[in-house]
Structure formats: structure tokens, C-alpha cells
């Protein structure tokens, strides 16, 4: 039944590392979100992507990028992760036409610690 | 700019007590609105949306434009109701995204 996966759950990283978060859909989804959940500041738009080799930026995309070869995949890339990047990460999809509709389809996030 | 507005981090209310989330949008244009629930160690999931006009576990959500709000009302608060409540809105001008607000823990009490 789950259709949004993200590969980890929990995540350790040093300062500096360059730190790859995966999400992983199977409804076949266009669009394709990639959101930081922080207590007090609620979900905040990093990178979106529309379709296959499509991004943009959301609202707090510096110190991250994404990459999105296939249509099922939306990888999100810290290049050189600091403390302050230490956050809840979650991935969503929908439909192009999709909002009006179905909303998002989340997954089950990953905790980033960088230490 | 777009924006949404849940005044309250925390709202505690006894079993059996109503409960009305708030939340106040800023979009110029024909605004879309959503609750989302996440209950805890649960994944974020859709409760319902403005154009649906629909009760989902008892909830219900009325658009007012006038004052710009979307909140979130049960008549009788459920131990199975506590969980965060997110309030968003859809951003039709760039590509659909949605904007959500801070967020409402939303805690009932035995």
C-alpha cells in the first residue's frame, strides 16, 4: 500500500559531508516535492520538479539541489550539509492536475542529523 | 505573497469538548485550502479539502472569504483526534504547490 518510499528513516552525517536523501513513488505521479519539516515553522517548499530532468526552486533552496532522471524518482542533494540543515525531510507527489483533487501523497520522512 | 496563518502551536481540550482549529490565508485569487493530519509516528495525510464540502472523521472546514479563514471544527473531541494538524493552500500561479502553515498540535484530554 505505500507509494511514496524514502530509502532512509534515520540519517547521521558530519558537517561537510555531501548527503543524498532518495524518494521513490509508484502512482506515476508528474509532480514531485521535496519539503523540510521543522517545529514552529511548519512544512517549508525546498526543490519541486514537474517532470523527468524539471526543477525549481521553492522557497528555501539554498545549500541543497535535486536531481530527477526517472519519472518514479526525486533525489534531494546537500552538497556540504551544516548543522543547521538537521531537520525532518519529506517527499510528496501528485498529480499534475492533481491538488483540486487528491492533494499530496507523503512519504514517511527521514530525520537528518548532521553533527 | 501567499501565506497561511495557524495563530496557535498548541490547542489542549478535554474529551467530548468541541474543538475549532484556526487558520487565515493571504492569496489574491480563488484560493484552494486543505487540512492535512499527521498523526503520531504516522506519515502526513490529507483530512479534506474546501471543494469537496465533505466531514472526514467528524471534521468539517468552511471557507470564508470574507475573512479569509479556513478552520477546522468537531463538535465532540475524540483521545484519537490528538495528532499535528497542518492547514495549506494551493498556489495556483507556480505549479501547484502547496503552502502550508506552522502547524497545531491538537491534544485531548481524558
Known amino acids: 500500500d505505500v507509494k511514496v518510499t524514502q530509502s532512509s528513516r534515520y540519517l547521521v552525517k558530519r558537517t561537510g559531508e555531501k548527503v543524498f536523501l532518495e524518494c521513490v513513488q509508484d502512482m506515476d505521479h508528474e509532480n514531485m516535492f521535496w519539503y523540510r519539516q521543522d517545529p514552529g515553522l511548519g512544512l517549508r517548499l525546498i526543490y519541486f520538479?514537474?517532470?523527468?530532468?524539471?526543477?525549481e526552486k521553492g522557497d528555501i533552496p539554498e545549500g541543497y539541489s535535486v536531481s530527477r532522471e526517472k519519472k518514479e524518482r526525486f533525489s534531494l542533494i546537500l552538497e556540504s550539509a551544516s548543522t543547521n540543515q538537521t531537520s525532518m525531510y519529506l517527499c510528496a507527489s501528485s498529480l499534475r492536475s492533481s491538488g483540486a483533487q487528491n492533494g499530496y501523497t507523503f512519504g514517511s520522512g527521514t530525520r537528518l542529523t548532521v553533527v | 505573497a501567499q501565506r497561511v496563518t495557524q495563530p496557535e502551536k498548541l490547542l489542549s481540550v478535554f474529551k467530548g469538548a468541541p474543538v475549532e482549529l484556526k487558520c487565515n490565508y493571504s492569496y489574491s485569487g480563488s484560493p484552494e485550502l486543505f487540512w492535512y493530519v499527521q498523526y503520531s509516528r504516522q506519515r502526513l495525510q490529507l483530512l479534506l479539502r474546501h471543494i469537496s464540502r465533505e466531514s472526514i472523521k467528524g471534521f468539517t472546514a468552511d471557507l470564508n472569504k470574507g475573512e479569509t479563514s479556513f478552520h477546522l471544527k468537531k463538535p465532540f473531541a475524540q483521545e484519537e483526534d490528538s495528532a499535528m494538524y497542518y492547514c495549506?493552500?494551493?498556489?495556483?500561479?507556480?505549479?501547484?504547490?502547496?503552502?502550508f502553515g506552522a502547524g497545531t498540535i491538537l491534544r485531548v484530554k481524558s
Open positions: 495549506a493552500l494551493r498556489d495556483k500561479s507556480y505549479g501547484n504547490k502547496l503552502v
Open positions: 520538479s514537474y517532470d523527468v530532468k524539471m526543477k
